[in-house]
């Protein structure tokens, strides 16, 4: 009896492992990455900051003339690496992760130019992860900014909906990345835990959570009521 507890407790063991969150951003503004450290204290992540290669550029400049040259040149040719600006190198690995979210300033209704460029180097990297996507900006709505995200990441598995934060919600944004980690169902994302087709041919062993197994096999799980169950060694949630 104990090595069958000891068994069914590593199983839950197992299926718990949260899934790795990596929040990249550019932030020229300091208004993303504002709204990055909110973000850090409600979830485990690590972060990563892209930056431009060129130092000391002042994008504000002439009504920010440079940025908006650089998102000309991407609009122009978007399928040519020289359109993007050179950002630092960065030392990641995506394999390690399961769900990436973008914090991305949204410049003349497209994403910041430097965080396209790394994008367009890594986003086929990027295939069936989980992709959110947080957008700051002062008063244009974000549907060229998502738009670039989907085409610079073809694979991604981008969560709905996409986070608009207004410049004036920046310094305020805890309640508005709490609601909007709860709609995408961020917990889920990250928890490993499936929810189980029937398959009518497929034979399931079940046990509830303290390992007691129910009483035979069973070729459907349609008569088990709502709640967490051990189901041929994974974790899974029956909810009706």
């Known amino acids: 009896m104990r090595t069958v507890i000891f068994i069914i407790l590593a199983m839950i063991t197992a299926a718990s492992v949260k899934a790795k969150t990596l929040v990249l951003y550019y932030s020229y503004t300091n208004n993303v990455e504002r709204i990055v450290n909110e973000l850090r204290s409600k979830i485990d992540a690590d972060v990563l900051e892209i930056e431009p290669a060129q130092k000391g550029l ?50 003349w209704s497209n994403m910041a130019a430097p965080l396209q460029t790394f994008l367009f180097q890594y986003g086929k990297e990027m295939a069936g992860k ?23 990441i073809p694979g991604g598995d981008f969560q709905s909906p996409s986070l608009w934060i207004r410049s004036s919600q920046t310094s305020n944004s805890g309640a508005v990345l709490d609601n909007w980690l709860k709609e995408i169902n961020y ?38 009521s709502s709640g967490i169950y051990i189901i041929n060694g994974k974790k899974n949630i029956i909810s009706k």
């Open 58 to 107: 002042d994008y504000a400049a002439n009504n920010y003339a440079i940025g908006s040259a650089q998102i000309a040149a991407i609009r122009n040719n978007p399928d040519d690496m020289t359109s993007y600006p050179a950002i630092d190198p960065v030392n990641v690995n995506l394999s390690d992760y399961d769900c990436i979210i973008i914090g991305a300033p949204l410049w």
């Open 130 to 152: 989980k992709i959110g996507l947080i957008v700051s900006s002062a008063s244009s709505g974000i549907s060229g900014v998502e738009a670039d995200a989907k085409r610079l």
């Open 187 to 224: 917990n889920s994302l990250i928890s490993g835990i499936s929810h189980i087709s029937t398959e009518p041919d497929e034979i399931y062993t079940i046990y509830t959570l303290s390992g007691v197994r129910l009483p035979s096999d069973a070729h459907s799980t349609a008569g088990l």
